[in-house]
């Protein structure tokens, strides 16, 4: 479904911050962005697990500054931060038990991806496994269409919530976006579904303000229509959420964290993990260079594909296909991509180019509500690369059929 090319619909969804997989997100990114606040050498793969009045951390980290690191804390506050902080939840900042497991990282991996310690004399990955990065034309961010406006609408509700707008709504959401392509082209929004966890009110009165809502956010897109379709709390009622409707786990939600479902996807999750995994690094730097690749106009749609063998720096392939939008012969393209002089995907390279174990204005806890792609507020977001792509492709441009 990536071309996204025939007329058709395509449905994407959206998770927010109170959903039991996101509260385990974040609370693994925020430890991560603590162990790098102490060492920005941190090697930290973090997992979190919920359920009702309980969370745990287990995994491996090697971080000089540990002892100084409090992981039930970090907890503690980032469910707190995301509105659990009521005992009639079951669910609570205050209540719930918690548990560790955390020790250092295997030795085995480590001699592959210590920069000049280990068996090479650079930074190898820290896995194999391929990686995707993709772009399109369809919105202002280069995000396909649905995935995009799921966010946008999930991002005001959270903000209403926050702010008291709509005193009855509880942390855990979805909402979900369908939309019709006419010749690849988004034209219209079929239907918007929005399942979010209220207190026990009347079904009018929360269909009634989600609608109302949704409209507010998504009918300056012009893709709203007299025959768009809303359904909200589907089901008649919404009380029983959070991790005590469901229990939650990182790195479930890798879908909603990169595309939608449109383009492919290596399989790897990216919260709680440090950039030497490039499952999460490979996959933003991918995610830059075809972001700049659309930018630049070579294309309408670019998606990119990079593998990696563990302990190894150089990529074991580089695959670009642009899904016959291409303005440049792929094959042109994929040779800039593989030159390394404009995108160097090496990991530690990765790293220090976008300035991955030091952020800057950006946390990685951020990264793990509303998707990891479509902000500018993300390095890898960046469209720098657009005027050297522009000039290294100009004595291959090519017209295609």
């Not at 855990?172 to 034209?187: I, Y």
């Not at 879908?255 to 990216?270: K, M, N, R, S």
């Not at 709680?272 to 490979?282: C, E, F, M, Q």
């Not at 990529?315 to 792929?330: A, D, Q, W």
């Amino acid at each position: 479904m990536s071309k996204l090319k025939s007329n058709h619909v395509f449905t994407s969804e959206s998770v927010s911050e109170g959903h039991p997989d996101k509260v385990c997100d974040q609370i693994s990114d925020a430890i991560l962005d603590a162990c790098l606040e102490q060492d920005s050498k941190s090697k930290v793969a973090c997992e979190t697990a919920v359920t009702t009045n309980f969370v745990a951390n287990l995994g491996e980290i090697t971080c000089d500054g540990w002892s100084n690191i409090d992981p039930e804390k970090i907890a503690r506050d980032v469910v707190k931060d995301i509105g659990y902080d009521r005992a009639e939840l079951l669910f609570s900042c205050d209540t719930f038990k918690y548990l560790c497991h955390i020790h250092t990282q295997s030795a085995d991996i480590a001699q592959g991806v210590l920069e000049g310690e280990g068996l090479f004399a650079e930074q190898g990955a820290g896995d194999q496994g391929m990686m995707f990065g993709y772009a399109t034309s369809s919105t202002p961010s280069l995000m396909p269409a649905p995935i995009y406006y799921s966010h946008l609408l999930l991002e005001a509700l959270q903000k209403i919530r926050k702010k008291g707008d709509i005193g009855y709504l509880r942390p855990d959401a979805k909402t979900q976006v369908s939309v019709e392509h006419v010749d690849g082209t988004p034209t219209r929004i079929t239907s918007i579904v929005i399942s979010h966890q209220t207190d026990d009110i009347g079904l009018k009165t929360i269909r009634k303000d989600l609608i109302e809502v949704a409209k507010s956010v998504l009918t300056p897109t012009g893709l709203i229509t007299k025959d768009t379709q809303f359904f909200i709390n589907p089901t008649g009622k919404f009380v029983i959420g959070g991790p005590h409707g469901d229990a939650g786990l990182t790195g479930r939600k890798i879908i909603v964290d990169t595309y939608g479902g449109v383009g492919c996807h290596g399989g790897g999750a990216f919260s709680g993990k440090d950039p030497s995994k490039v499952d999460r690094s490979a996959a933003y730097y991918a995610r830059y260079a075809a972001k700049n690749v659309v930018a630049a106009g070579l294309a309408e749609k670019c998606e990119i594909q990079v593998a990696y063998a563990i302990g190894v720096a150089r990529p074991l392939s580089i695959n670009i296909e642009t899904f016959g939008t291409g303005k440049v012969e792929e094959k042109k393209i994929q040779e800039v991509l593989e030159a390394g002089e404009i995108f160097d995907f090496r990991p530690a390279s990765i790293a220090r180019e976008l300035e991955l174990t030091t952020p800057r204005g950006w946390s990685y806890r951020q990264t793990a509500v509303a998707g990891h792609f479509g902000r500018d507020i993300f390095p890898w977001e960046q469209t720098n690369k657009v005027n050297q792509l522009q000039e290294e492709l100009n004595l291959f441009t090519m017209a295609v059929a």
